[in-house]
């Protein structure tokens, strides 16, 4: 099954969809999408307002956060996570209309302030954190910041990536984990920070690109990020027009533009 297989005569059924969509006194519907979908959906879903007229409302925070409340009947129609496993989880509890699309693939970026010097290579992307570790052993401590892997699938990335290098365990002491990825990008550029490791989706958009730079982690360092987005049982007429217009070509480029992959 491709990756975006839902790519049906989308443009007849989005008219079909708003056509019938309640009364626009009708609250616009609630969104719950993974943070390092912070600037990308937002951008997104500018877009689909201006040529549907369709408000959204989103909220961003941690995948595995956002799947225990809509299990616990929090009213959100759809929702994005940045791990599929937790979308396959809800679907098997009966909480949402099928089992959605998988609509990006994720990377990991080790991200700094801007303006260092010390940027790690390419060939090796966790410098920074062994430089954070030659520190500490002369009392310097330089924070290493990623999300909460208990909740966070960018975490569970980042935890992956320092184990990889057998990093996890020594690297204990200068953690500082943020509730979700965005808030540990922000972490990652405080002055106590050495870094971290965050969503290349977040270290490409405008805000943060101004002020730090980042080297991707490759790829085989951690299990995919394979990003699934559904429809729960709560679901109106215009997220299910806001879920197919992002499988079509306009909203998947705005996905390429923050670094995703979308085929």
Request: contains cysteine.
């Amino acid at each position: 099954m491709s990756m975006l297989k839902a790519k049906l005569a989308h443009g007849f059924l989005l008219a079909c969809l708003l056509s019938t969509s309640a009364p626009a006194i009708a609250a616009a519907p609630i969104v719950a999408a993974a943070s390092d979908l912070q600037f990308a959906l937002t951008e997104a879903a500018e877009q689909f307002q201006q040529e549907t007229g369709h408000d959204l409302r989103l909220n961003f925070g941690s995948s595995g956060n956002f799947r225990r409340q809509i299990a616990q009947g929090a009213p959100f129609e759809l929702y994005l996570s940045a791990d599929e496993r937790y979308v396959q989880a809800l679907y098997g509890e009966g909480h949402t209309q099928d089992e959605g699309v998988i609509y990006a693939i994720g990377r990991l970026v080790w991200m700094q302030q801007a303006g260092r010097d010390d940027l790690p290579s390419d060939d090796e992307p966790l410098a920074g954190v062994k430089a954070a570790l030659e520190a500490q052993k002369s009392g310097t401590t330089e924070r290493i910041a990623l999300a909460n892997p208990e909740h966070a699938p960018y975490g569970v990335a980042a935890q992956q990536t320092l184990e990889h290098d057998g990093l996890w365990v020594q690297t204990e002491p200068l953690r500082v984990l943020g509730e979700n990825v965005s808030q540990a990008a922000q972490f990652a550029l405080s002055d106590d920070a050495r870094g971290g490791l965050v969503a290349y989706s977040l270290a490409l958009a405008p805000s943060l690109r101004e002020r730090s730079e980042y080297v991707l982690i490759p790829e085989s360092w951690h299990e995919p990020l394979r990003q699934r987005m559904v429809l729960t049982n709560q679901a109106g007429d215009v997220a299910t027009a806001f879920y197919q217009w992002l499988q079509q070509d306009e909203g998947q480029s705005i996905l390429r533009t923050y670094g995703f992959s979308v085929e």
